[in-house]
């Protein structure tokens, strides 16, 4: 959800405690944008977005100097590395690059170098190359064979992700030519085009796998994977544009080192041009912005390098970023269309999600004909309506938003658009609730039809099946919409009763294309297979607002089986008390369980208090045993401990191993401190490793750990 843009004060009006505070906001509302963007491949915002929070923070930075703080953004170069590959570390630093936003900005710089070098106005050679929005990556030759290569992670250490490079065709595995250094380690992006991104997401549509939000976060996604074969089919790019460690050095240039690399066998970008001054730069910068539609690939700037490496050499760098470079960013691209209508579309939990349907208009070379509206305020505080026009941004992330109305081109006629106060699906009241935490209005409103909407009945359907619940073989979201469709089933019980009612309504099916003979017989072995699931699946295949998976896993082990948690949960839905608060045992120890707030709470005593959702756990519950989690055990070696795992584990999984821990009863926890009873550290295990033994923690080796775990 996007959140109302900030209206900062500017900085010189802030003192010294707002700024503090804003400063540790931001270090908080940064560290979470790098989690999603770098760790999960997911970005919450666009990179536009992105770097305004940068921004602000190194102005108050600049302004109050003495608050800079210990763990300032300014100062990270990427993200932290992840844990199931190796570690690389580099020689030489892979650092991050200054940013400029205007033609300002590039004076500036550039009068700054001029400075700094006391050249007294003398010609200082620039280059200019595109800034490619991928993912860096530093290749080591030795004698010119390539022998590893890895992520930047956070500029000092990064992931070996050398097998995964290799698939890259644009990467030589051995350096072409004479005189190679004994040491060469080439630097640069690793990309994928736009056609290849369509390919992809295509292929991962049809097999309901994950679609990615942008070129690239695909390539992020395909370079870490375990599987180097999969990244092979994802036919990703380098361009070669920088160095780290060489042993022998006898290059001028920027452009001369450029020029070596493609005659060792790289693809270097042809954009790349030499100037001789900023105006030079902002014109070559205007003319790449003009090219950047039809590139075929994503480039978020153009970066200017100093040409001579001597000055780069003298001119250094100040923290994260050389001054002798800088990335000249491109703004968010935007475009002006008419707002044909505003739809609204309903969830799984009934919530109502207006989408604008546009005039289809290019935006960066991408087509648009959809813009997130976010929610009923959303559209009130723009105001606006069908028949707008409006100034739309596509910033790096595939939905694009709605900046601002244009209102000198409104019709006249135009009327403000009215948020439907029912289902549009259902036609069921389509309410607000009151937020029990924070008194407030939800922002959401839901459509109170449940099992009677058939938009709901649908996404409901759709979670069912999916992979954290009963996972059919077969049987993804788009057949069990069919199902529904075909009236073959109503809700997700019916998909256990499909079988005995074969001859009458399978006759139809069978005639259907995509549902031979052999797949009918496979369907019914795939949901046979899962008439017993471990009851924590079930507790999250119900789609019970706000219960996750991780929630219905607590839920599982805390009731352990079905016939202690239905009939928990049904009494804690029972309200007693004259004003009908839900004062009760069963309530009480439900909110008791760690992990377990008011909010969930109250949505599974919600969720239980209803007639129409008891009859369908009544149904599914002739059809499917639930199996307890395997229960912790309370006399184990490790029971009751605080576990840690870090570095790669050879032997088992990181999921299986954490699942055979707690299995064992022991809690299994992501960082070291003082709380943790034992470190189990694989191979390359680092700074929690260093943690640990300077915390004086017990330690095994995974082989020590699998030899404890199977003491039993
Ligand atoms: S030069 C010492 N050139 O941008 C500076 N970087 O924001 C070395 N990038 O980490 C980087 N295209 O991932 C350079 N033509 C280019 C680039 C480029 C993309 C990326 C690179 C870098 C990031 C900095």
């Known amino acids: 959800m996007a959140k109302k843009p900030r209206k900062p004060i500017a900085v010189d009006k802030l003192n010294p405690m707002l700024a503090q505070m804003e400063l540790e906001q931001l270090v908080k509302e940064i560290a979470k944008h790098n989690k999603a963007y770098h760790g999960d491949d997911a970005p919450l915002i666009s990179d536009a977005d992105y770097d305004v929070l940068m921004r602000r923070n190194a102005d108050i930075e600049a302004a109050f100097p003495q608050l800079k703080l210990a763990n ?46 006391g050249l007294d ?87 309901g796998q994950k679609i990615f939000a942008n070129p690239r976060n695909a390539a992020a996604g395909s370079l870490r994977q375990l599987d180097s074969r999969i990244t092979a089919s994802r036919n990703l790019h380098f361009f070669a544009y920088a160095w780290g460690e060489m042993s022998e050095f006898g290059f001028q240039t920027q452009m001369g080192m450029v020029e070596q690399f493609e005659a060792w066998g790289f693809t270097v970008n042809p954009l790349m041009k030499m100037f001789d001054n900023a105006d030079e730069l902002v014109a070559h910068y205007a003319q790449i912005e003009e090219q950047r539609p039809h590139l075929g690939y994503d480039i978020d700037g153009v970066v200017y390098k100093v040409n001579r490496l001597d000055l780069q050499e003298r001119l250094g760098f100040v923290s994260r970023a050389p001054r002798w470079a800088i990335a000249h ?135 069912f099946v999916s992979r ?142 209803e007639e129409n959702n008891l009859k369908f756990l009544d149904k599914l519950l002739g059809a499917v045993t639930t199996i307890p989690l395997e229960k912790a055990d309370d006399d184990s070696p490790v029971a009751g401990k605080v576990m840690v795992f870090t570095g790669s584990l050879e032997i088992m999984t990181r999921n299986e191993a954490k699942a055979k821990a707690e299995s064992l009863g022991a809690k299994v926890t992501g960082s070291v401190s003082k709380k943790t009873d034992i470190l189990v550290a694989g191979p390359g295990a680092g700074s929690k490793l260093k943690k640990a033994e300077e915390l004086g923690i017990q330690v095994l080796t995974e082989q020590e750990w699998v030899d404890l775990a199977n003491a039993k």
């Open 329 to 463: 960013k491109f703004p968010a691209e935007k475009a002006r269309t008419v707002i044909n209508d505003i739809e609204i579309q309903v969830g799984r939990t009934g919530a109502l999600t207006p989408v604008a349907r546009l005039e289809p208009v290019s935006v960066g070379g991408v087509v648009v004909s959809n813009a997130t509206l976010h929610n009923e305020d959303e559209i009130a505080r723009k105001d606006v309506r069908i028949g707008d026009t409006v100034v739309i941004q596509r910033a790096g992330d595939v939905i694009p938003q709605i900046v601002e109305v244009v209102l000198e081109k409104r019709p006249a006629d135009s009327v403000a658009y009215e948020f439907p106060r029912h289902c549009p699906i259902c036609g069921s009241a389509a309410d607000r609730e009151l937020n029990a935490k924070t008194g407030k209005m939800d922002v959401i409103r839901r459509c109170e039809g449940g099992l009677i909407c058939k938009a709901q009945v649908t996404e409901r359907l759709r979670h």
């Open 121 to 207: 106005g003398a010609v200082i050679n620039l280059t200019a190359e595109p800034k490619i929005d991928g993912l860096s990556a530093s290749l080591r030759y030795e004698n010119g064979i390539l022998v590893s290569g890895a992520t930047r992670g956070d500029g000092q250490v990064g992931e070996d992700i050398t097998e995964n490079l290799k698939t890259i065709s644009e990467i030589p595995h051995e350096l072409k030519g004479d005189n190679i250094p004994d040491i060469v380690e080439v630097r640069g992006e690793v990309y994928m085009s736009h056609a290849e991104f369509a390919a992809l997401n295509a292929r991962q549509e049809d097999a």
């Open 72 to 117: 300032s953004p300014s100062d990270l170069v990427g993200y932290v590395p992840q844990e199931k590959f190796k570690k690389i570390t580099h020689n030489i630093p892979m650092l991050s690059l200054g940013n400029a936003f205007n033609a300002d900005d590039v004076q500036e710089f550039y009068t700054k170098i001029d400075r700094f070098l």
């Open 468 to 609: 954290n619940a009963f996972d059919f073989d077969g049987l993804g979201s788009k057949q069990v919409e069919q199902f529904y469709e075909w009236g073959i089933i109503k809700d997700a019980a019916d998909i256990f009763d499909i079988e005995a009612h074969d001859g009458e309504k399978w006759d139809t099916v069978r005639k259907r294309e995509g549902w031979g003979e052999q797949s009918v017989d496979k369907l019914f072995a795939a949901i046979n297979d899962r008439r017993e699931i471990g009851l924590d699946r079930f507790i999250f295949g119900l789609g019970i607002r706000h219960i996750g998976e991780t929630t219905a896993r607590m839920l599982a082990r805390n009731y352990e089986t079905m016939d202690v948690f239905l009939p928990a949960m049904q009494a804690a839905s029972v309200p007693i008390g004259t004003d009908g608060e839900l004062v009760n045992e069963a309530y009480a120890d439900l909110m008791n369980m760690d992990g377990i707030g008011d909010i969930v709470a109250l949505s599974l005593v919600q969720f239980f208090a």
